[in-house]
């Protein structure tokens, strides 16, 4: 077994990297996505770079099951069981306090209804001393109401839980004896073991809705690897940019719900680490955009680290577990372009992978941001996706000759225009992590992937002052290729309320020495050999009176215990402080709030993926393409063919991906095969 394989199933193609251990070579592949059995489009794209399942070391998947049954409100029915007196939480949430002065502002309707809601006696107290025992029998009637009314999953949230979930294990112990397997049985404290009571439920909630649809579909996919040869653990992508086998994820399955688009940003960040090391430009600052068929994911990596969360809003839900911070939008080379009120619009609607664009020749009609790049010239018809599809041109022209005549414009003119509408979109998808945050996209770099990334990178560059794009090597696939790059990830955390004046260091050290026990053992579970562990400490921190923390960074468990620590950790969150929000009070005291650990497994590395030579290069075609409304004679290159730099315009095709070098934009090979474009200002 040498071959060590990621996949990234997207809404239009099935993406899939392979790195043979033995020779270091690389390579990658696609098939269309199959909707109605996701699993043929996997094996399809599987054959074409391995033929025996079984020669496959290591195996990992990014998976948007879950998210897409969240979007489609297509997940699993919940019955709620919350405290006495506590029902409403989940209803109630938070108001409207954070779009207080939006007049059309309305709260996301709830996954569970008001008459999903059952309450069971017993209480704690915020230390998580018992008040009042739990109410066994009000358990035991939501088991039978479970069963009997069909309910796919319960969703299990008492107060301070996170204090002490006796309560919350007891409950558990009860519904899975009295519904089996059957119904998934979540516990907020295993889901996040934090304070916040509506935060803690919506997280709990959101895993039991989910749940259902992603473990069914990680069970399937086990049971054909396995029919297949597949003799190692699959596993998959989590929200936090780590990595865990399938089972750990169908215990918890919300860890996945943005399994797919992080693999991008840990591209991102190896990308960033193999560049340096390679003798090129340190990059530690970096804008990863990734443009599939159906959306447009933007990321960061800040000091060549993934821009991470505590928490975040999904379809305005509100959840407790680490995420990389993400911006998507419907813009993707299948949206579909049209008319309204006479005027150009492009998305969020998309063709997706059945029917597609007009040029794939499936039967779609209607104009997509592919089509119109193929009618401005932009992309290879007789070699798209390295020869797997031959466009059809004639199908793209009637799509935007249509649309042109319903706008009264020149096809040409409208199909820039489907372009310029869908990069306009794009910039400002990353203004909103970036300009809106107080950062400067100038001092990044553009880091461009996706099945059209690099056809939009240049434009998208130039309108926000972006003076340098990095394709890297296969863009279509790199969010599988990320995924070979990520570590084992294992989250921990613990509710730690001290106030700076009694703290105690050596207390603090002593949980986190803990904490990192445990990670630790989470690893070795996850079949990480000992060198290869580590443990990475932090903490959430506030001004006393404050709401809301920031988690600052420890240098290791015994750190707290050492002289000085205090004085030492309020100065670091006032660097903190200052920097997300501009200012700081240093004289104000700080508590402590929430310890986190971070449980990290590594894998040996891949090399930098590079073009594989071409002996004989032909001449390249050139042919007219429309940039700013003029046609330039442009040359049609094979990116294995490119030696030193390339003044746009010039298309340039491989296998995965097109990249659009616009006139005025200078293009060079860069260390470990990476392609950096340097786009001119305006």
Request: hydrophobic share 45%.
């Amino acid at each position: 077994m040498s071959y060590r394989v990621a996949m990234d199933i997207g809404g239009t193609f099935t993406d899939v990297v392979c790195y043979d251990e033995r020779t270091g070579a690389v390579t990658a592949s696609k098939a269309p996505t199959t909707p109605e059995d996701l699993t043929e489009g996997v094996f399809a794209a599987l054959g074409r770079v391995v033929e025996d399942p079984g020669a496959i070391s290591f195996f990992v998947h990014g998976t948007t099951q879950g998210l897409n049954a969240l979007l489609e409100r297509k997940g699993g029915r919940v019955l709620l069981l919350a405290g006495a007196g506590a029902g409403d939480v989940y209803r109630i949430a938070r108001g409207n306090r954070d779009r207080m002065f939006d007049l059309r502002y309305r709260k996301p309707a709830p996954l569970v209804p008001p008459g999903d809601v059952m309450e069971a006696g017993g209480r704690l107290d915020h230390r998580g001393r018992e008040l009042v025992p739990l109410e066994e029998e009000a358990v035991r009637r939501a088991a039978r109401r479970a069963r009997e009314e069909g309910f796919d999953a319960v969703a299990v949230c008492l107060l301070f839980s996170y204090a002490d979930p006796v309560h919350e294990l007891r409950a558990g112990e009860i519904l899975r004896a009295e519904l089996g397997e059957d119904v998934l049985v979540v516990l907020s404290h295993e889901v996040a073991r934090e304070w916040r009571e509506y935060e803690r439920t919506s997280s709990a909630v959101l895993e039991a809705y989910t749940g259902p649809v992603v473990r069914r579909y990680l069970a399937r996919i086990g049971r054909r690897f396995a029919e297949r040869g597949l003799t190692v653990p699959v596993h998959v992508m989590q929200s936090s940019g780590g990595l865990v086998n399938a089972a750990h994820a169908m215990r918890r399955p919300l860890q996945t719900l943005l399994s797919g688009p992080v693999g991008g940003t840990m591209g991102g960040v190896a990308a960033a680490r193999l560049l340096s090391r390679a003798g090129g430009p340190s990059r530690d600052n970096v804008i990863c955009v990734d443009m599939g068929g159906t959306s447009f994911d933007v990321s960061l990596v800040v000091g060549g680290r993934p821009d991470v969360s505590a928490e975040a809003r999904i379809e305005g839900h509100p959840v407790l577990m680490p995420v990389v911070n993400l911006h998507t939008i419907g813009a993707g080379g299948g949206s579909i372009a049209y008319a309204e009120a006479g005027a150009l619009r492009v998305g969020p609607e998309s063709a997706g992978a059945v029917p597609g664009p007009a040029c794939y020749g499936r039967g779609g009609a209607r104009a997509t941001v592919t089509d119109a790049n193929v009618v401005l010239g932009r992309v290879d018809p007789a070699w798209f996706a390295g020869g797997l599809m031959t466009l059809d041109m004639a199908a793209a022209h009637r799509a935007i000759g249509a649309l042109a005549a319903e706008l009264g414009m020149d096809p040409l003119r409208l199909a820039e225009g489907v372009c310029d509408v869908a990069n306009a979109k794009m910039a400002q998808a990353i203004r909103t992590l970036t300009v809106d945050h107080g950062i400067e996209p100038r001092e990044f770099a553009l880091v461009a992937f996706g099945g059209a990334g690099a056809m939009h990178a240049a434009f998208i560059a130039r309108e926000l002052g972006i003076p340098e794009v990095v394709v890297p090597r296969f863009p279509g696939a790199f969010s599988a290729w990320g995924m070979l790059e990520a570590d084992v990830r294992r989250d921990l955390t613990q509710p730690y309320f001290r106030p700076q004046d009694t703290l105690d260091g050596a207390d603090m050290s002593g949980n986190l020495v803990m904490l990192e026990r445990e990670a630790l053992a989470a690893l070795a579970a996850q079949g990480v050999p000992e060198e290869r562990r580590r443990v990475e400490h932090a903490a959430d921190l506030r001004y006393e009176g404050q709401d809301y923390t920031l988690t600052v960074p420890l240098r290791d468990a015994a750190e707290p215990a050492e002289p000085g620590f205090l004085t030492a950790l309020a100065a670091r969150y006032a660097d903190a402080h200052t920097a997300r929000y501009g200012h700081a009070t240093p004289e104000a005291p700080v508590e402590v709030v929430m310890l986190r650990s971070t449980g990290l497994g590594s894998f040996p590395r891949a090399a930098a993926p590079a073009p594989p030579p071409e002996p004989e290069q032909a001449a390249p075609v050139v042919r007219d393409v429309i940039f700013d409304g003029v046609a330039h004679p442009t040359p049609v290159l094979r990116r294995s063919s490119l030696d030193g730099a390339l003044a746009g315009p010039a298309v340039i095709v491989e296998e995965t991906a097109t990249t659009v070098v616009p006139p005025g934009c200078l293009a060079t090979v860069g260390a470990g095969g990476f392609l950096i474009v340097k786009v001119e200002s305006r």
